[in-house]
């Protein structure tokens, strides 16, 4: 069996039934407002095996030039996005609808520090007019569904509020994950994320910097997506 047939079994696998193993990584969730989608993380994983996939996530998410900021309490998480922002000197950002954190919190500290934000939380209509819209932002901030720590990848659901031209039009991108939803690997993402959202929803799996070789084998960065990656985990938990 050839790895590209190895993988879709294991996706077959997880699909059809969650592994016993993920429910050591993976918060359970509360039954979804609004169909399969996490109303809010019930923490159960042991702090310590969370801090390890910390850990792996950083490192491997270095290994493809990507840029790990650090483990922040939601508050602190407001004041390192703001930071971020002055850092590469954005004055356009966009921000997407939040998985199971509220985006509102970060939106409004960047509009306080003399951001011009726009939020996608009820954005619907014109895909052109917002695509164009994001196009022109600097810097574009996402919360992940799920991170993978064994590649330093994230899932990302796109969602009316959290499209995927999110994680792809802006130069630099910043992601968000909570750290209940770090998991091992990309079976337990799958399964995490559960069959409904995958048939139903597109999904982006980020693994740093957007990078092609097409043209004469040459590397390109941010051809098909952000120059420069950042990402951050939200513990609300004490660390």
Known sequence: MN?????????????????QSASHFVSTLQ??????RPAAPLPVAPAMRLTELSAQLARELGKVDGHFIGTFTPDEARAEAVS???RINATRIA?????VLDEGPIGRALEHAGFAVTSYRHTAGDTTRIADQ?????????????????TGTFA?????GRPLSLSLLPPINLLIVH?????????????ALGAGTVINHRIALITGPSRTADIEKMIVVGVHGPKQLYAMIVWAEPR
């Open 3 to 19: 790895g590209l047939s190895k993988l879709i079994a294991n996706v077959k696998t997880a699909l059809a039934q969650r592994p």
């Open 179 to 191: 750290a209940s939803h770090l998991v091992p690997d990309l079976a337990a993402a799958i399964s």
């Open 31 to 36: 039954p979804a407002a609004h169909g399969d």
């Open 134 to 150: 994001m196009a022109q932002c600097d810097l574009g901030i996402v919360e992940a569904d799920y991170a993978i720590a064994a």
């Open 156 to 160: 990302v659901t796109g969602a009316a």
């Open 84 to 86: 971020l922002a002055k």
């Open 95 to 99: 921000i997407g609808a939040g998985v």
